[in-house]
């Protein structure tokens, strides 16, 4: 009989497509890269903060997304469409996706390199981590909403996050990396 094909691989969720990683000092490995995580605290939930989690082998980064980070990647993006000979639109257009795919860059950026970048990154080594709650959020008649949210849960205490894409997407990515 024929040999039996190799099963086709399944498609990686949307939150960790697996670019080449670049390798990291000490033999750290990226194994997912996840964006648009808003920490909210202060006063009646205004303090905002966004970020993408760099999950390794070793710890979870935590890459804070400051407004000067914002600016500096909007400006290089129309800069790149402008040199390319696109008009209006076309730079618009990829100022829009900047603002979409800011996390893909940690793909190409040692863990260490993403958790020196800004004052506000952080890390939780494997080892402190306890576990990674998903819950669901809800709409309601009266036009409140609740989002999904992603608690981690670690050593120190927990952190909570809004979810702003696929909560199940976001557990897959979870489990691919050996933390659900």
């Given at each position: 009989a024929a040999p039996r094909p190799a099963a086709a691989p399944a498609p990686a969720p949307a939150y960790a497509p697996q670019p080449a990683a670049a390798p990291a000092p000490a033999g750290e490995r990226t194994l997912a890269v996840v964006g648009n995580l808003t920490q909210v605290g202060g006063f009646m939930g205004m303090k905002q903060k966004t970020f993408s989690l760099i999950i390794t082998d070793r710890r979870l980064v935590f890459a804070?997304?400051?407004?000067?980070?914002?600016t500096a990647m909007v400006n290089e993006a129309r800069d790149a469409a402008k040199a390319e000979g696109k008009g209006f639109f076309g730079q618009w257009g990829a100022q829009i996706g900047t603002s979409f795919n800011y996390h893909q860059v940690y793909w190409q950026m040692a863990p260490e390199a993403a958790l020196a970048e800004t004052p506000g990154n952080f890390a939780i080594e494997?080892?402190?981590?306890?576990?990674?709650?998903?819950?669901?959020?809800?709409?309601?008649?009266?036009?409140?909403?609740e989002p999904d949210e992603l608690v981690i849960k670690h050593d120190g205490g927990k952190l909570t996050f809004r979810v702003n894409g696929s909560l199940g997407g976001l557990k897959d990515t979870f489990r691919q990396a050996g933390l659900a």
């Open positions: 804070e997304l400051t407004k000067e980070k914002i494997r080892t402190a981590f306890k576990g990674a709650k998903f819950k669901v959020g809800a709409t309601y008649d009266d036009g409140r909403n």
